[in-house]
């Protein structure tokens, strides 16, 4: 039973546990969710007895804690009892609607078949490619009139909201193979269109077929962006953009990608600092319990992957920020006489070690020459050891007001430096070296 959850306050990164109240659903797993506003929507799942599968709606309002069943598990209406289906959120003609795609249930002991609908599967098990949507308003599930590239019987994929009446399908299981193709659906409150873009295949970036992966929405000036990540048969992060082009994301380590049944939820810290915050999932036969923060930036329009951290790391960034706040705050002249003073390279290479891939940027923003260095990845340590020696060693303005400046100017880039020398600044350890 859900009576009990688990909330994660993003600004700091510390998990609480809190009570509910009301009507929780079973503990299932398999189940989609969905959100308009305050309130959280979950549909179906699977309870782990055999051919147990739901088709039950509950709603959670996350501001009283308070569960309400919408729709009970029952075999008299659509949709069928399913789990790995998709549900999203619409508003459409200014009322709310949800719309729950595809998914897998049994053939036995289930509803009658949508018309329309395919269904297929070996055995007990079928998947299939219904279309049912939900009217908040009057709490009846309908079936609307679908045109177009419908997908065929489909689980395990990623529906994503774009807008208020569109979604992008990726991924799934169907028939024997995980599918890569992308279905854009656009609803109407009676219908929906379905629009097919497949692998172009040959020199085309496009992303291998894969199932139970995760997906998540960042909206920028550019424009929206699906992110992907992970899933069975895959570790890796990839990118969708408003022109339909994917682009893969590098430099994110295999405890990111490397998982699969897994959570993404998204935080806009700004309009331009974005944060993925991934939850759970499993890898090599095993749950997981962890809890990595992937920091986007969009300030030139292209998402960049800014750092990835883990729980303790962190809630270490947002102390150290917190306290810089504070000191700025209550004493700007904390940490005055230091700005003056020569750092150490052995401090800068410290506070700027999760920033070693922008050497170029420091090395440029401090003017010293970097155009020798070699840019490989695996050299970005060395290259910023160099950057700091000679600006050092040029003796041009060598203060942390300097190194202050530097990331002030290139916030996208220093973000987390910033964070990290700003405590360092107002620390004991400072004060005492310095």
Same mark, same amino acid.
């Given at each position: ?55 039950? +709606? ?325 290259? +910023? ?50």
């Amino acid at each position: 039973m859900c009576s009990v959850v688990e909330v994660c306050h993003v600004p700091t990164g510390m998990w609480v546990q809190k009570p509910t109240t009301g009507n929780p659903p079973l503990g299932v797993e398999g189940y989609t969710a969905a959100v308009i506003r305050n309130e959280l929507f979950f549909f179906g799942g699977y309870c782990g007895h055999l051919g147990c599968f739901h088709n039950s +709606l509950y709603s959670f309002n996350v501001d009283t804690f308070n569960w309400k069943e919408l729709s009970p598990t029952t075999s008299h209406h659509s949709p069928m009892m399913k789990d790995n289906c998709a549900m999203v959120a619409l508003c459409l003609n200014d009322e709310d609607y949800l719309a729950v795609i595809g998914g897998a249930g049994s053939s036995s002991n289930n509803t009658r078949p949508q018309p329309g609908a395919q269904y297929s599967g070996d055995g007990d098990l079928q998947r299939c490619n219904e279309v049912h949507m939900y009217r908040l308003k009057t709490g009846k599930w309908t079936s609307p009139t679908v045109t177009g590239d419908r997908p065929p019987p489909i689980s395990a994929f990623t529906l994503t909201s774009i807008t208020n009446t569109t979604a992008i399908l990726f991924g799934g299981n169907f028939g024997d193979r995980r599918c890569d193709d992308v279905y854009v659906f656009q609803f109407t409150d009676t219908s929906v269109n379905c629009t097919k873009f497949p692998n172009p295949r040959g020199s085309v970036q496009w992303p291998k077929g894969r199932s139970d992966h995760s997906s998540v929405l960042i909206n920028c000036s550019s424009g929206p962006h699906v992110v992907v990540v992970g899933g069975l048969g895959t570790k890796d992060c990839w990118l969708l953009n408003n022109k339909m082009k994917w682009k893969q994301l590098t430099y994110i380590p295999d405890s990111v990608t490397d998982r699969s049944f897994h959570s993404l939820s998204v935080w806009s810290e700004t309009p331009t600092t974005h944060w993925i915050i991934e939850f759970g999932g499993w890898r090599d036969g095993s749950f997981l319990s962890e809890t990595k923060f992937i920091e986007i930036i969009s300030s030139t329009g292209d998402l960049v992957v800014q750092s990835v951290l883990d729980i303790n790391e962190y809630q270490k960034r947002r102390v150290l920020e917190g306290l810089a706040k504070v000191h700025i705050t209550k004493d700007p002249a904390l940490y005055k006489d230091i700005l003056d003073k020569k750092p150490q390279t052995y401090d800068l290479l410290r506070l700027f070690n999760s920033s070693a891939a922008h050497y170029k940027v420091i090395g440029i923003a401090l003017s010293v020459p970097v155009r020798d260095l070699l840019p490989y990845p695996e050299a970005t340590t060395d290259n +910023l050891i160099l950057v700091f020696q000679r600006w050092i060693e040029s003796d041009k303005g060598v203060t942390w007001r300097k190194i202050l400046q530097v990331c002030e100017d290139y916030p996208d880039q220093l973000g987390q430096a910033k964070a990290e020398v700003k405590g360092f600044l107002s620390s004991d350890r400072a004060r005492n070296s310095y």
